[in-house]
T-cell receptor
Framework: KAGVTQTPRYLIKTRGQQVTLSCSPI?????VSWYQQTPGQGLQFLFE???????NKGNFPGRFSGRQFSNSRSEMNVSTLELGDSALYLC??????????????FGPGTRLTVL | KNQVEQSPQSLIILEGKNCTLQ??????????LRWYKQDTGRGPVSLTI?????NTKSNGRYTATLDADTKQSSLHITASQLSDSASYIC???????????FGAGTRLTVKP
């Protein structure tokens, strides 16, 4: 079974631009969660999608948004990029949602650099 | 204050030695605790998941323990290998919501 895939793997943008990251979950997984990882803050939860609906949201500004499609693939968008948005963005999928969702499987991440 | 605290922040051991990583949490009410291994530049990989009723769970050379009374967990690595060099992250979920609280991780380096 193919794992979680994320595209692109690396991205360089400048301040003020916007970016869209993509995540394809493991086949059959309906829950997709997004995380931001930085050296200073560690892993931080962005949001979780299940059945095309955002079910849970972390403490991030509205510049961070996402969506999930009917095939469970998910995208996240960051508008008006700031230098502090430079991070590794990780996507994770699981069979069900939240703490009862079972094992979360993470993708390799997208490394975003904002100049 | 983070609800999940991990110690030590970093650790260097020699190949073949054992080590124990600690995770203390204040997340309440408790639902489950997960340990992840994250290699540099890659996504985390799940090692164990433990619920309230479980106090030990093993995955090969990795053994996790949980004391729900003292709100402490440990991850013991036996006969370490060079490939164990990674960050180990403790994640705790609360029973009343779907939030997962992440520790900052312990950076383990295994040297030959």
């Amino acid at each position: 079974k193919a794992g979680v895939t994320q595209t692109p793997r690396y991205l360089i943008k400048t301040r003020g631009q916007q970016v869209t990251l993509s995540c394809s979950p493991i086949s059959g997984h309906r829950s997709v969660s997004w995380y931001q990882q930085t050296p200073g803050q560690g892993l931080q939860f962005l949001f979780e999608y299940f059945s095309e609906t955002q079910r849970n949201k972390g403490n991030f500004p509205g510049r961070f948004s996402g969506r999930q499609f009917s095939n469970s693939r998910s995208e996240m968008n960051v508008s008006t990029l700031e230098l502090g948005d430079s991070a590794l963005y990780l996507c994770a999928s699981s069979l069900a949602r939240g703490r009862f969702g079972g094992t979360q499987y993470f993708g390799p991440g997208t490394r975003l650099t904002v100049l | 204050k983070n609800q999940v605290e991990q110690s030590p922040q970093s650790l260097i051991i020699l190949e073949g030695k054992n080590c124990t990583l600690q995770c203390n949490y204040t997340v309440s009410p408790f639902s489950n605790l997960r340990w992840y291994k994250q290699d540099t530049g890659r996504g985390p990989v799940s090692l164990t998941i433990m619920t309230f009723s479980e106090n030990t769970k093993s995955n090969g050379r990795y053994t996790a323990t949980l004391d729900a009374d003292t709100k402490q967990s440990s991850l013991h690595i036996t006969a370490s290998q060079l490939s164990d060099s990674a960050s180990y992250i403790c994640v705790v979920s609360a029973d009343n919501n779907n939030d997962m609280r992440f520790g900052a991780g312990t950076r383990l380096t295994v040297k030959p």
